[in-house]
Each structure stands twice: as structure tokens, then as C-alpha cells.
Nanobody, 117 residues
């Protein structure tokens, strides 16, 4: 089992920045892909960013150029730097990790990000 704990959410004005962090614990040796998804009220969960063990990153179209994902493999920690935030970025952000051998995915409990106008 893998446990994920997010931190760093909060309230920010439009145009501001926030940095989210996620720490993995438990059976973490098989984790390959790490990332973030988000879910706004009344909407489906959507991809924000993913990063592989080789640091290859993928971003959702709506955040490309504004958000940056990074990881510290030694600490099984990854971060999401969010710049130029917009009210549409308001959502619960979920930390995600996937095992390479089983493709099983794990989720954090979510952290609220609210962007005010």
C-alpha cells in the first residue's frame, strides 16, 4: 500500500501563485509516475500534470505554460508550482502515484485551491 499526503493548498487572488507538495510513504519502491489531478464542483476529475521517473512531464491543456511539476526521487516527494492562477483553477487538487509493475494508482485525500477574482 502507498499513502499520499498533500499540502500547500489555500486561497489566493487571481494572478497569484501557490505550490502544492505531495509525500509518498509505505510501499513506495514500485512508484514510477507521479502527478496531480483536480476536480471542480460539478465537473469530472481532470489531469493537471504527470511526471515520470525519468522526469518527462505531461500537462493538461488548461495549465500548460503556467504550472510546473517537479519531483525529488530520493524523497518520493513531488511538487506543483502554480503561477498566474485563474478563478477557473479553483478545485480540489489530488496527488496521484502509479506503480510501474501493476499500473495500480493511488490517490491522496485532496487539498482545496481557491482562486478569487
Amino acid at each position: 500500500q502507498v499513502q499520499l499526503v498533500e499540502s500547500g493548498g489555500g486561497l489566493v487572488q487571481a494572478g497569484g501563485s501557490l505550490r502544492l507538495s505531495c509525500v509518498a510513504s509505505g510501499s513506495i519502491g514500485g512508484i514510477s509516475t507521479m502527478g496531480w489531478y483536480r476536480q471542480a464542483p460539478g465537473k469530472q476529475r481532470e489531469l493537471v500534470a504527470l511526471i515520470t521517473v525519468g522526469s518527462s512531464a505531461t500537462y493538461g491543456a488548461s495549465v500548460k505554460g503556467r504550472f510546473t511539476i517537479s519531483r525529488d526521487n530520493a524523497k518520493y516527494t513531488w511538487h506543483l508550482q502554480m503561477n498566474s492562477l485563474k478563478p477557473d483553477d479553483t478545485a480540489v487538487y489530488f496527488c496521484y502515484a502509479q506503480e510501474i509493475q501493476t499500473s495500480r494508482g493511488y490517490w491522496g485525500q485532496g487539498t482545496q485551491v481557491t482562486v478569487s477574482t
